[in-house]
Nanobody
């Protein structure tokens, strides 16, 4: 199995920045498809960003485009999400996830059901 551990969350003021990280351990041979999701109280889990390492494509929600950047380090089995210009609406628990089989694409990256492994999350709180 794959174990995922997020870090880097915290509390910031609106307009600030954070970078959250996710490290994979265990069977990491097929950790080539990563996603970042978030869930606020009373809300459904939503896709924020994803990266398909095999073809280099990245995907972002409309809210994240222009503000967030996903990147990865294959050697370290780590994925990052740089979040700039944070808004109170970004407040949520942020989760990383890995899809083991089947490439991410425009029509599936945003769906939690396509991912097999999940971290426990890291809290991001943005004050107004």
């Amino acid at each position: 199995q794959v174990n995922l551990v997020e870090s880097g969350g915290g509390s910031v003021q609106a307009g600030g920045s954070l970078r959250v990280s996710c490290v994979a351990s265990g069977d990491t041979i097929n950790t080539k498809r990563w996603g970042w999701f978030r869930q606020a109280p009373g809300k459904e889990r939503e896709g924020v960003a994803a990266i398909e390492i095999r073809d280099g494509n990245t995907y972002y929600s409309d809210s994240a485009k222009g503000r967030f950047t996903i990147s990865q380090d294959d050697v370290k089995n780590t994925v990052y999400l740089q979040m700039n210009s944070l808004k109170p609406q970004d407040t949520a628990m942020y989760y990383c996830a890995v899809k083991r089989y089947g490439w991410l694409a425009r029509n599936n990256w945003y769906s939690p059901n396509h991912f097999n492994y999940w971290g426990r999350g890291t809290q991001v709180t943005v004050s107004s």
